[in-house]
């Protein structure tokens, strides 16, 4: 969806009068895609109301509705179509008034760009603040920051550059407060006048960066999508029952042609990530595996679809699967749960309080949503989070929220789809707010002592955790790393403090002076060791995965750690199966004798005796290892809850 | 040229809107206008529920004063896709004598499109119904929400639209009310020929280039399409190459010279064209202001 050609998303944002409705205008007019009767009823229209002198008031063009019009102002946002011969756009216009922020939300939720207009004589305001903002919490990443009215600021290049440096700041400010961080570029223009609108203007020789339109054409369209995990909400069963024939698992053949049967299809959109026919996949929340048995784009059959397609697919085996249910790829599940903590912007003239209880709607469906906790507010001006019991009217802030059942979700900065929410009230029926997740809540009983010296108890304690060594050994190709990740990641989100000691991150590094020779590889495994141990006494969790495959080598590592500590996984994957799979072309190199001393052709590998766990990976896909680990940790009490 | 990526991206979305209505729609209905967009969307509601028929009737408000091309293309078009078709007239307003000519076209188009709206609405009780109006053919179309809130009496408050966030609409709704649903809000007049060249949708022929009757009235070209159109005396029909670009009553919209006779040839005229498909409706230009108004008031 977002490869070359696809649209651009983007708004023009800023406070009131800083130029967003006359800098649209006058871009669909520079660009060619203004139709003569348009021009011709705005020139009407200007000079009839006088705004701008003799000149176009383009704010005209966009202002639609009479009250704005007989008021000045923009109460809505206005959307805008317009292309150019390299590029489709999507341009909002928003309203500046603090008092229609909602409106503004509404238009950044859907664009991945932002232009942020800023009056050169007045500078950044407040409200330019509050904008950018609700953009970069609305997950938009690039900035241009339009510095308007040159032609009242002396075209000077020094007012020019005072203003760059607060946008500068705001950026940096942004970036302090915990938002990634975003692509920034400062532009002098003139809406008015039409000044690096698409042509560097002579007015102000001293500039000689990007024009709005030359940053429009080169930032990348959509938030990449497409590379976050696979993920299809069902949004509709499609049901066709003919007389007298049987379940129908695929609608091919004869059934498309009227043949007898019952057929049904899940219709929805992959709202990320790509599904392809024959995936292995869950649904959740049932927790039901299956394959994806067909799938259609319209009438077409489709052997695979990307973010952005809205599909039908049928499954295999006779499922209950319903509207709210969401299908997603197998080995990148995602979690269930009732408990977040979230971002809200507040949209309703009452107040929130905590204890409320509203409708929670998200793209995974609906449930009844209690506002548990007011964690604070967000000052939209300078970013600090204060204190706070409610929330009025366009604030911004924390809040721990609990929903009647647990629902499917991806953190918003994962995923602006699957992480995103409305909150309505149940008997207005009013979108009072919108949301974002920032992830599960867990409540963690952490032990205090009072003691003089902090050591390894102390340090684990704080993290509410009981750390350890889980060493993965097992052939080259044998899943070590692949597992390990997975694993890290599920750590992660139940709120763990992890690290992954990888080859990459080990050899390239701190070992980088060592050789594969046999006494590189033992000094190798015996510095891992040492700071695998290091970490354990920070109170890490700490996961390795390497081939280690001689019994000594392990022993000596086991003695290294505190008794208990070292958790020895064998992922015991055969020989076989390793050559067949060869991921990085190893076993061919070492068969043709390029690769001496390989693990398994000219070198041994001597499996545990007693291993803590044997996990083969067959039959079994990765993330049930990941959980099987996860399993034996809860077991032996090494993962409290 | 557009990139084929854009028409692409906007046609799955579009999908997901109609999925989206229809899945929280009690009684959905599609607003059948018979015309481009009308046939876009449905095509797009074909390929939203393959193989599946669409779940709901189409509605056409027919004020009697339809093209008569119109009238036979609606009809073949429900009856090769099997679907249920309402035609509704207000019966009231067609015995109380309301034409173009003799009320004007704003009473005209109040009563027997606007009011004719409501009525058969209610009549079916529909709460999700599906339009195929643009949000690039009006300055007040570019500011409503895809999905858009209509009280009990069918009004649209523009100054107090709902947040409209992600793809996640707020589609709550009390009794009487509904929903209006755009799919086609992001397409322009460009993007909806392109489609139905890749697509080959079929369309009413009065939109390619013909030799049709014409009268000059106000400076624009009407078709003289039956004979009630009543003409001044010594007035005759002239027979001129046009073509519509847009379709509603034969007596409200206006031809405009083409050779265009294909789509392809459409789409090329549309590439180079200097005025907007809104120049050949005539109601729009009765007041400024006067579709915001209209649709204040339950009008598409
Ligand atoms: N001198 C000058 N006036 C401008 C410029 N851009 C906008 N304006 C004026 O600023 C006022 C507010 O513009 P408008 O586009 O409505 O601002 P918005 O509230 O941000 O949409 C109007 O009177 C414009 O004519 C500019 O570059 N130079
Ligand atoms: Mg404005």
Redesign the pocket.
Known sequence: MTKAGAILRFL?C??????????I?HLLHLTGNLYDDQVAILEQESARLG??GA?I???LL??GLTAEREQ???IDVAYRYFATPQRHFIVA?T??HERYTRNMATAASRCSAALI?VDARQGVLPQTRRHALICALMGIRRFLFVV?????AGWSEQGFREVQAQCNRLAGDLERFGLPRAECVAVP?????G?NLVALSPNMPWYDGTTVMGWLHAVAPGEGMEHAAPRLPVQYVIKVARPGGAWQEGADGAFRRGGNGTFRAYAGTVVSGSLKRGDRVVVLPSGLRTRVREMWCGDRLVRQAVAGMAVALSLEGEHDVVRGDMIVAEDQRTELAHLFKVRLVWMDDQPLYSGRHYLFKGVAGTATAGITRIRGRIEPDSYQRLAADHFSLNDIGEAELALSLPIPFDPYAENRETGGFILTDRLSNATVACGMILHPLRRTATVRRQCEEIGPPERAAIKGQRPCVLWLTGFSGAGKSTIANCLERKLYTLGRHTMLLDGDNIRQGLNRDLGFTEAGRIENIRRIGEVAKLMTDAGLIVITAFISPFRAERDMVREILPGGSFVEIHVDTPLEECERRDPKGLYRKARQGEIPNFTGIDSPYEPPRAPALRLGTMARPVWECADAIIAYLREHGLLPE | MKPNGALHQLEQESIRIIREAVAEAERPVMLYSVGKDSSVMLHLALKAFYPMNPPFPLLHVDTTWKFREMIAFRDATAARLGMELIAYTNQEGLREGVTPFTHGSRAYTDVMKTDALRMALDAGGFDMILGGARRDEEKSRAKERVFSFRDARHHWNPRGQRPELWSVPNLARNRGESFRVFPLSDWTELDVWRYIAREAIPVVPLYFAARRPVVERAGQWIMVDDGRMPLSPGETPRMKVVRFRTLGCYPLSAAVESRAATVRGIVRELECARSSERAGRLIDFDQAGSMEKKKQEGYF
């Not at chain 1, 800023?14 to 800098?23: A, M, W, Y």
């Not at chain 1, 308007?148 to 009242?152: I, L, R, T």
Request: proline residues 3%.
């Open positions: 023009a800023g406070s009131v009068d800083d130029g967003k409705s006359t800098l205008g705004t701008n000149g008031d383009y704010s966009l202002d000045g102002i923009t216009d309203p500046g207009l308007n009215k040159m032609d009242m223009v003139s809406a008015l006048n000044d």
